[in-house]
């Protein structure tokens, strides 16, 4: 039984607006907009069947969820817990972010550049201790999970909380380590989904990152719009062997109906967005959908990728699962289980995809992040190559391969605000609401 956990950050606060250090401060308060974008989550929220309510004590979260809440017929009680709260960051609190940067240059770029390392180091009667952050929030989120999961097996379950803990409880849950804190972004009033296979240990799938569309802006904005590229990794559309969940590979299948609708939705999404390149993987599925996207863009041209090209599955393309369980018994289930430790039968592993498909993208930015202006452009490519790429922007390995959804015409956000050498942040992650299924990615659930 899955268990599902929709994740919302509070609405813009009084402190947001003004750029100063919140930390477990409870002075800031929603602003209107923090309200009026509160209820549009609600809305959002508004048709699904929540059981459990979580929300952190400190006012800004706690309004968010009670707005929330008005807005869901018979929506469970809501639940105030510690366990929620922001990271704590005593010294720096009630300051403008500018005046810590100032007052506190070292500190603060370790906090930007080592998150894992930064620490405080905070007076008391008994004496002076050494206080980490960000390594205290991430434990505070494991032991979340480990209470409330057990509680809520196999129901749907929304937490309204902060950006902090927010980027903790999904690293946290997912292994991504606590040196990639800043490679999440967080924007108020997103919409995160994750999907919990059983208890805290088990496996969990990442549906969605930092969605915002339903607040109107399709996409998060840079968080510095004036420095290093932008890519927007995208699934191709629909094809008929997704839809049969027949086993494709490198087998060219082209886009079915419903896949080009699906691509034409993604072209509207993003036909108001300055795109500057195309990439593709060179099959028909990622080519055409690429193709349908750039209808709105004439004067980018598409370049093609081969290291971009889906993964061999060798003697498993063209069949269903039954019939690969009958030829091959066994490594069907090892695929889903331990996907790393698998060797398609005459196709590839999947270190072998990961070390084209990361060697690739890594040249793409280098070849990018050197223009002397910002850059924006879309990467069409496939289920595999986009879980590796994404599993690796993540701090993840091969065998977090499963952690990742990537629906069909679903699209991730990653900027480099730092340039090449610099941490990627990823914005957001398999955005499907412009296909009209809402905040759940309701794609087709077929094999690779």
Known sequence: MTTRVIIVRHGQSSYNAQKKIQGRCDESVLTEKGRVDAETVGTALSKL???????????????TAQI???????PPTLQATDKLMEIDLPLWENLPKSEVEKRFPEDYRCWKE???EFKMLLSSPEGQREHFPVLSLYEQAQQFWQEILPQHQGKTIVIVAHNGINRCLIMSALGIPPSRYHSIQQSNCCINVLNFSGNWGEPVQLESLNQISHLGNPLPSPRNPHKGPRFLLIRHGETQWNRESRFQGIRDIPLNDRGREQAQRTAEFLKDVAIDFAL??????????????LQNHPNVSLDLQEQLTEICHGLWEGKLETEIESEFPGLLRQWKEAPETVQMPEGENLQQVWDRAIANWNDLVKYYANSPEPRTGIVVAHDAINKVILCYLLGLQPANFWNIKQGNGGVSVIDYPDGAEGMP???????????????????AAGAL
């Open 280 to 293: 593709s993987s060179p099959m028909l599925r990622p080519k055409e959908t690429a193709e349908i996207i």
């Open 425 to 443: 942040v990823l914005q957001a992650i398999n955005i499907t609401t412009h296909l009209g299924s809402g905040i759940l990615d309701k794609t």
């Open 114 to 116: 080592r998150p894992h």
């Open 68 to 74: 929330i809440q008005s807005c869901i017929e018979n």
């Open 49 to 63: 069947n929540i059981d459990a309510f979580y929300s952190s004590p400190l006012q800004r979260a706690k309004s």
